[in-house]
Nanobody, 131 residues
Framework: QVQLVESGGGSVQAGGSLRLSCVAS????????MAWFRQAPGKKREGVAG??????????IYADSVKGRFTISKDNAKNTLYLQMNSLKPEDTAMYYC??????????????????????WGQGTQVTVSS
């Protein structure tokens, strides 16, 4: 079974940057689609960004709240998913999770950032942005 381990979270001031990583290990998906989600205290988990199985830049989807500030990327050789977060705001404070699922047509539209599409999740990494 695929296991996902996130890292890179921390505390930064508004305007700062962080880079999250998610390493996939173990047998499982041959060509996974992957995404980042986040959950702030008292709020529902929301999709932040998703990327298709090839990791191609042209097949990424972002939540409106992070467009232009966050970049999702994938290194298939290293089985690692990244989320570069720039111009961070206090409202970005949340636990960030990566998720993976075998590829399908859903990877190429807004369903890639819907949590019910995924069966494999990491344990999360905390991001705190102070004003």
């Amino acid at each position: 079974q695929v296991q996902l381990v996130e890292s890179g979270g921390g505390s930064v001031q508004a305007g700062g940057s962080l880079r999250l990583s998610c390493v996939a290990s173990g047998p499982g998906y041959s060509r996974p689609c992957m995404a980042w989600f986040r959950q702030a205290p008292g709020k529902k988990r929301e999709g932040v960004a998703g990327i298709d199985s090839h990791g191609s830049e042209g097949s990424t989807i972002y939540a409106d709240s992070v467009k232009g500030r966050f970049t999702i990327s994938k290194d298939n050789a290293k089985n690692t998913l990244y989320l570069q977060m720039n111009s961070l705001k206090p409202e970005d404070t949340a636990m960030y999770y990566c998720a993976a699922e075998e590829t399908g047509s859903w990877c190429y539209d807004e369903r890639i950032v819907r949590e019910d599409e995924y069966n494999t999740w990491g344990q999360g990494t905390q991001v705190t942005v102070s004003s």
